[in-house]
C-alpha cells in the first residue's frame, strides 16, 4: 500500500544523500555576518549573496537550530562547499534580503504543519493517518510514533515511512479528536 503525501509523484524515488546542504570542509573560525554588510537577492532560480562588495552565486542556506529558532543562526554555504558565516537574525537584514532569505528557506525546508487529525488506522504494524495540512491534505504512513516522534513541550515533529517530516506547533490548539488521536498513537 503505498500513499502519495504530495511531495513525490507515485514511483518517485527519493534522491540519494543529505537533505540539507552541507559543508565540505568544516569552518576553523566561528563568523558572524554583520546584517549591515548582508545583501541576499534572487538571481535566476538561485540565491545569491553580497558581503562588503563580495558576489557570492548559488549559495545554500542551513537554518542550525529549524526547530527552536527557525528565524536566526542560519548558516551559508558558498557553491564550493565553504561556510561563508552566519546569520545571527532573519529580522536585522533589510526587507528585500529578509523576503530573499526566507523564499529560500521555505522552498528548501517544506515541513507541513498538521491542523487537523481526520482518521488514523493501525494496519500490520503501521499507523495510516489522514490530516489536514498547512499546504492541504495528506495522506501518510508512520511506523512506531513513540520512538520516532520528538516532543519539544507542547510541539510534536514526526516522520512517515517515506521520510517527510510533520509539524504539530501546539498539541494544545488542535481540535480534542485530533489532539486524542495524536495521543494514542505517539
Not at 558576489?55 to 562547499?81: A, H, Q, R
Not at 546569520?87 to 522552498?107: G, H, N
Not at 511506523?143 to 514526526?158: D, S, W
Request: charged share 35%; with cysteine.
Amino acid at each position: 500500500m503505498h500513499f502519495w503525501h504530495g511531495g513525490r509523484p507515485p514511483g518517485g524515488a527519493p534522491k540519494p544523500g543529505p537533505s540539507i546542504p552541507l559543508p565540505k570542509e568544516l569552518s576553523t573560525e566561528f563568523r558572524v555576518l554583520k546584517p549591515e554588510a548582508l545583501r541576499f537577492f534572487r538571481e535566476g532560480g538561485s540565491l545569491g549573496l553580497e558581503v562588503d562588495g563580495k558576489i557570492y552565486e548559488n549559495v545554500k542556506v542551513v537554518p542550525l537550530f529549524p526547530l527552536s529558532d527557525d528565524e536566526g543562526w542560519i548558516s551559508v554555504i558558498d557553491e564550493d562547499g565553504r561556510e561563508i558565516g552566519i546569520v545571527e537574525r532573519l529580522r536585522s537584514l533589510e526587507p528585500e534580503s529578509q523576503r530573499a532569505l526566507r523564499e529560500e528557506l521555505r522552498k528548501r525546508y517544506v515541513v507541513p504543519r498538521i491542523l487537523k487529525v481526520r482518521s488514523c488506522r493501525e494496519h500490520f504494524g503501521l499507523v495510516e493517518w489522514e490530516v489536514e495540512t498547512d499546504r492541504g491534505p495528506r495522506r501518510f504512513l508512520t511506523r512506531n510514533l513513540r520512538e520516532t516522534a520528538q516532543r519539544m513541550g507542547v510541539r510534536l515533529m514526526f516522520s512517515d515511512v517515506d521520510g517527510n517530516r510533520y509539524d504539530v506547533p501546539d498539541l494544545r490548539a488542535l481540535d480534542p479528536k485530533s489532539r486524542a488521536l495524536i495521543e494514542r498513537y505517539s
